[in-house]
């Protein structure tokens, strides 16, 4: 059976069986385009619900209060609120318990499963009492056999904290083999396939929300496909956002597990700590996460309310550099505790940054820096402050910093690797020339831009290029699938000054543009060059990864030529493993 309702703003939802007993309620929200740290989202959103009836009843959470109107008639549809025995949690996070006080109010005895952290939130959210059960890895939910089907479902539970939120468990149906994981293996993809059919499709937007998401917790992640691997059979993985994985289940999980690895592969790793519910901590935490993940650097995300003592003292310690957030100053006896455990594990070679949580009570930035500089530790980035309500420009600046420290904590690995060529097969590699030109793109109010050398057309019809893009670039975060950007092609006896702009070490959060002559509003994609030779306006078709560049493949879709008569500038190296 299959339902549509539609609503305002292009919100849709979809009901649909997909198992035994096992019925979905996907939220369809076609237009959002940012999410969480502030990333792009290029094809919406969904948020998945979902209904088990065995002798008695589970939900496994719910939807977004924007979805209010709509998603509880739907629900009711299928079965009497009042009704309902469980509510499963998987977290907290708003967009999948926006509507847990509206069901509460229509089942004042359901019982609420979740983790012990996500309890605890909840009684901060909904603002009433309520019956709940705390589960951690192992323990069990029997519903019983559905009368019908003869099928017993049987909830197995695996703590997964920090995918992404410390609250997170997963619900192992064993008489499915539904396994139901909220934010891990999601993606941001609305569309009408409920199962991931077209997995060319989607590919892109599943690699763009691990990397945002799950790969600053690599090892979290690793910890979590060990219990998995515990696991019968998984038939399904029944993701929070997005698709659900059951066509192509292998490719999804083994993504996962390759990706994790290879970022867990590196001893050398940056903790960077937040509190969660606590100002903007989770969000600027990811951002800066995000931006050490571009580089070959490893980053492991700390939450310094729900990690016991042992194990931060443990992350905090083991790091090369700590980021740290400003913390209330009054804290509550549990995040004072975590404070000194923190304090007390820092050791004098770590590098060390501050960003402002800007929760509406910090102790001041300067304050908390002042101190970790009187522990001997060396600053990673300098303080970063928010001075309002964050915005886009400020996740940049957070990820751009993150990019920087990334940069210094591999900067030896870099090197060593810059003299491992053979000599005359270095030399052989650099006789390879590319022409001269700088990528802008700009997005709302982030913008960037990079000089590139490495960018060949790669298409007639219809016109297209390739461009290699570093990794680490700030730049590549503009360059997602269905991004705009503009390639500016210098001239060969006038871009000099251009090149040494555009070639300097921009701090965080930077104005790339300032003091250079633009053309706003002449191309889609971001400013236009006024000393350019010439212009394309391109949009992102492919992403293809290599081990440190993407290659991305992208249309043109506009462009002109200043000077007709003017050559395109040429460079030239004479090593082939470095710029």
Same mark, same amino acid.
């Given at each position: 059976?299959?339902?549509?309702?539609?609503?305002?703003?292009?919100?849709?939802?979809?009901?649909?069986?997909?198992?035994?007993?096992?019925?979905?309620?996907?939220?369809?929200?076609?237009?959002?385009?940012?999410?969480?740290?502030?990333?792009?989202?290029?094809?919406?959103?969904?948020?998945? @619900?979902?209904?088990?009836?065995?002798?008695?009843?589970?939900?496994?959470?719910?939807?977004?209060?924007?979805?209010?109107?709509?998603?509880?008639?739907?629900?009711?549809?299928?079965?009497?609120?009042?009704?309902?025995?469980?509510?499963?949690?998987?977290?907290?996070?708003?967009?999948?318990?926006?509507?847990?006080?509206?069901?509460?109010?229509?089942?004042?005895?359901?019982?609420?499963?979740?983790?012990?952290?996500?309890?605890?939130?909840?009684?901060?959210?909904?603002?009433?009492?309520?019956?709940?059960?705390?589960?951690?890895?192992?323990?069990?939910?029997?519903?019983?056999?559905?009368?019908?089907?003869?099928?017993?479902?049987?909830?197995?539970?695996?703590?997964?904290?920090?995918?992404?939120?410390?609250?997170?468990?997963?619900?192992?149906?064993?008489?499915?083999?539904?396994?139901?994981?909220?934010?891990?293996?999601?993606?941001?993809?609305?569309?009408?396939?409920?199962?991931?059919?077209?997995?060319?499709?989607?590919?892109?937007?599943?690699?763009?929300?691990?990397?945002?998401?799950?790969?600053?917790?690599?090892?979290?992640?690793?910890?979590?496909?060990?219990?998995?691997?515990?696991?019968?059979?998984?038939?399904?993985?029944?993701?929070?956002?997005?698709?659900?994985?059951?066509?192509?289940?292998?490719?999804?999980?083994?993504?996962?597990?390759?990706?994790?690895?290879?970022?867990?592969?590196?001893?050398?790793?940056?903790?960077?700590?937040?509190?969660?519910?606590?100002?903007?901590?989770?969000?600027?935490?990811?951002?800066?996460?995000?931006?050490?993940?571009?580089?070959?650097?490893?980053?492991?995300?700390?939450?310094?309310?729900?990690?016991?003592?042992?194990?931060? !003292? @443990?992350?905090?310690?083991?790091?090369?550099?700590?980021?740290?957030?400003?913390?209330?100053?009054?804290?509550?006896?549990?995040?004072?505790?975590?404070?000194?455990?923190?304090?007390?594990?820092?050791?004098?070679?770590?590098?060390?940054?501050?960003?402002? !949580?800007?929760?509406?009570?910090?102790?001041?930035?300067?304050?908390?820096?002042?101190?970790?500089?009187?522990?001997?530790?060396?600053?990673?980035?300098?303080?970063?402050?928010?001075?309002?309500?964050?915005?886009?420009?400020?996740?940049?600046?957070?990820?751009?910093?993150?990019?920087?420290?990334?940069?210094?904590?591999?900067?030896?690995?870099?090197?060593?690797?810059?003299?491992?060529?053979?000599?005359?097969?270095?030399?052989?590699?650099?006789?390879?020339?590319?022409?001269?030109?700088?990528?802008?793109?700009?997005?709302?109010?982030?913008?960037?831009?990079?000089?590139?050398?490495?960018?060949?057309?790669?298409?007639?019809?219809?016109?297209?290029?390739?461009?290699?893009? !570093?990794?680490?670039?700030?730049?590549?975060?503009?360059?997602?699938?269905?991004?705009?950007?503009?390639?500016?092609?210098?001239?060969?006896?006038?871009?000099?000054?251009?090149?040494?702009?555009?070639?300097?070490?921009?701090?965080?959060? @930077?104005?790339?543009?300032?003091?250079?002559?633009?053309?706003?509003?002449?191309?889609?994609?971001?400013?236009?060059?006024?000393?350019?030779?010439?212009?394309?306006?391109?949009?992102?078709?492919?992403?293809?990864?290599?081990?440190?560049?993407?290659?991305?493949?992208?249309?043109?879709?506009?462009?002109?030529?200043?000077?007709?008569?003017?050559?395109?500038?040429?460079?030239?190296?004479?090593?082939?493993?470095?710029?």
């Amino acid at each position: 059976m299959s339902v549509a309702t539609a609503a305002p703003s292009r919100l849709s939802l979809q009901c649909e069986a997909i198992g035994p007993d096992t019925t979905t309620i996907r939220s369809l929200d076609w237009d959002r385009s940012r999410f969480d740290i502030e990333f792009g989202l290029r094809n919406g959103t969904t948020y998945n @619900a979902f209904l088990v009836r065995g002798e008695r009843t589970a939900l496994v959470d719910t939807s977004h209060a924007k979805f209010r109107d709509t998603w509880l008639p739907l629900l009711a549809e299928q079965i009497d609120p009042a009704t309902i025995d469980h509510l499963i949690v998987s977290h907290t996070e708003p967009d999948h318990s926006g509507l847990i006080g509206d069901l509460l109010e229509l089942n004042p005895e359901i019982e609420i499963v979740a983790s012990k952290v996500a309890i605890a939130y909840l009684a901060d959210q909904v603002h009433r009492p309520f019956r709940s059960r705390a589960v951690k890895s192992g323990e069990e939910l029997d519903l019983g056999t559905n009368p019908e089907s003869g099928v017993q479902h049987r909830f197995e539970f695996l703590s997964a904290p920090n995918l992404h939120w410390p609250d997170t468990i997963f619900s192992f149906d064993h008489g499915t083999g539904i396994l139901y994981t909220c934010d891990a293996f999601g993606l941001h993809y609305c569309g009408d396939d409920v199962f991931d059919v077209d997995p060319g499709a989607i590919a892109p937007d599943f690699r763009f929300y691990y990397d945002c998401l799950m790969g600053p917790n690599a090892r979290s992640v690793l910890q979590a496909l060990k219990r998995m691997d515990a696991l019968p059979e998984i038939t399904t993985i029944a993701t929070g956002h997005g698709p659900l994985l059951r066509e192509h289940l292998n490719l999804w999980v083994g993504d996962y597990r390759d990706w994790s690895s290879q970022r867990s592969a590196n001893e050398t790793y940056a903790a960077v700590c937040y509190i969660s519910q606590y100002g903007f901590c989770d969000r600027l935490s990811q951002a800066i996460a995000r931006g050490i993940g571009k580089t070959e650097a490893e980053v492991q995300l700390v939450d310094l309310r729900a990690t016991d003592p042992q194990e931060l !003292a @443990a992350l905090v310690g083991g790091a090369a550099a700590v980021v740290v957030p400003t913390w209330p100053i009054s804290p509550d006896a549990d995040i004072q505790q975590s404070i000194g455990t923190l304090l007390a594990a820092l050791k004098a070679k770590q590098f060390v940054a501050v960003y402002d !949580a800007y929760g509406g009570n910090d102790e001041p930035i300067d304050s908390i820096a002042t101190q970790l500089r009187g522990l001997g530790l060396k600053e990673a980035f300098s303080p970063l402050r928010v001075r309002q309500v964050p915005d886009a420009t400020d996740y940049q600046r957070g990820e751009e910093a993150g990019t920087d420290l990334g940069q210094l904590l591999t900067r030896d690995k870099t090197i060593a690797a810059m003299k491992s060529l053979d000599g005359d097969l270095d030399k052989a590699l650099g006789r390879i020339s590319g022409g001269l030109y700088i990528v802008t793109a700009q997005q709302e109010e982030r913008s960037s831009a990079m000089v590139a050398s490495w960018v060949n057309q790669a298409s007639f019809d219809p016109p297209g290029i390739s461009i290699a893009v !570093a990794k680490d670039r700030a730049i590549e975060a503009l360059m997602q699938v269905g991004d705009r950007f503009v390639l500016n092609i210098l001239r060969e006896d006038n871009h000099q000054a251009l090149l040494r702009h555009f070639l300097k070490r921009f701090p965080p959060g @930077a104005d790339r543009f300032a003091g250079v002559a633009t053309l706003e509003g002449a191309a889609a994609g971001g400013p236009v060059l006024s000393e350019a030779l010439a212009f394309l306006g391109c949009r992102v078709v492919q992403r293809m990864e290599g081990p440190d560049h993407w290659i991305i493949y992208a249309e043109v879709e506009e462009g002109t030529v200043a000077d007709s008569e003017a050559a395109t500038a040429v460079h030239h190296r004479k090593v082939g493993n470095h710029y």
